[in-house]
C-alpha cells in the first residue's frame, strides 16, 4: 500500500516556506525523498533511517515521527530551483530496498 | 559523475508490436530496478535484480513483460505485445545494495517515454 502525501499540490512564491507531508497506514521503517523536474528523472534528496531523525539538503530538510507513521519535508525560504513533484518512498521491509512511492507533490516556486 | 544510462530516449510504437529498453546502471551498483511511472504518479516497480537474479517481480504483467540481466550489469526490459496502457515513462535505477544506510540510495536514470498508438 502506498503512502500518501499532502497537499497534492503547493504554489509558493520565492522565499516562503511550505510543508509536504507523507503518511503510512503501516510500519515506517525508512523514508526517502526524491524530487522530480518536468521531463527528468527522480533525483535522491535524503533518507531518514530511524524514527525522529532530521535531515537537510540545501535549505530542504525532513523529519521522521516512527510513531505517527509519518514523514515531513520542509522547504525553507524556497528558490525558483525547487519547483518540480517531491515523490517519498517507502520500504516494504526493514531491511528492504523495495520502495512504494506516493503520488507525489507538486511544488511550484513563481518569482 | 556515473549516471545510469538508458536508452531509447523515446519510443513511439504499434498496438501488439515488441518493444525493448535498454538500462545501464552505475558501475559496481549490483541492485536494478525497473519502474513504471504513469503521467501524474509515482513510480511503480516492476521487476528488482539483484545482480544477475530477480528478487521481486510481483508486479510486472508476466504475460507480456519479460526483463533480463543476464551478467550481472546492463539489463533489457521487453513488452510482447504493447498494449494502449503500457504508455508511460520507464525508469530504471540502480543502488549498491546491502541492507542499510546509503546503500539503499536509488539513482535514476533518463527513462524511456513510451507511447503505443
Known amino acids: 500500500q502506498q503512502p500518501v502525501q499532502s497537499p497534492q499540490a503547493v504554489i509558493l512564491r520565492e522565499g516562503e516556506d511550505a510543508v509536504i507531508n507523507c503518511s503510512s497506514s503501516k510500519a515506517l521503517y525508512s523514508v526517502h525523498w526524491y524530487r522530480q523536474k518536468h521531463g527528468e528523472a527522480p533525483v535522491f534528496l535524503m533518507i531518514?533511517?530511524?524514527?525522529?531523525e532530521q535531515k537537510g539538503h540545501e535549505k530542504i530538510s525532513a523529519s521522521f515521527n516512527e510513531k505517527k507513521q509519518q514523514s515531513s519535508l520542509y522547504l525553507t525560504a524556497s528558490q525558483l530551483s525547487y519547483s518540480g513533484t517531491y515523490f517519498c518512498?517507502?520500504?516494504?521491509?526493514?531491511?528492504?530496498?523495495?520502495?512504494?512511492f506516493g503520488g507525489g507533490t507538486r511544488v511550484l516556486v513563481k518569482p | 559523475e556515473a549516471e545510469v544510462a538508458q536508452s531509447p530516449r523515446y519510443k513511439i510504437t504499434e498496438k501488439s508490436q515488441a518493444v525493448a529498453f535498454w538500462c545501464d546502471p552505475i558501475?559496481?551498483?549490483?541492485?536494478l530496478y525497473w519502474y513504471r511511472q504513469i503521467l501524474g504518479q509515482g513510480p511503480e516497480l516492476l521487476v528488482q535484480?539483484?545482480?544477475?537474479?530477480?528478487?521481486?517481480d510481483s508486479q510486472l504483467p508476466k504475460d507480456r513483460f519479460s526483463a533480463e540481466r543476464l551478467k550481472g550489469v546492463d539489463s533489457t526490459l521487453k513488452i510482447q505485445p504493447a498494449e494502449l496502457g503500457d504508455s508511460a515513462m520507464y525508469l530504471c535505477?540502480?543502488?549498491?545494495?546491502?541492507?542499510?544506510?546509503?546503500?539503499?540510495?536509488?539513482?535514476f536514470g533518463p527513462g524511456t517515454r513510451l507511447t503505443v498508438l
Open positions: 535484480f539483484q545482480d544477475e537474479s530477480v528478487v521481486d
Open positions: 518512498g517507502t520500504p516494504w521491509k526493514a531491511a528492504g530496498n523495495k520502495l512504494t
Open positions: 535505477a540502480s543502488s549498491l545494495g546491502g541492507t542499510s544506510g546509503r546503500q539503499h540510495e536509488q539513482f
Open positions: 531518514l533511517l530511524k524514527g525522529g
Open positions: 558501475s559496481g551498483h549490483a541492485t
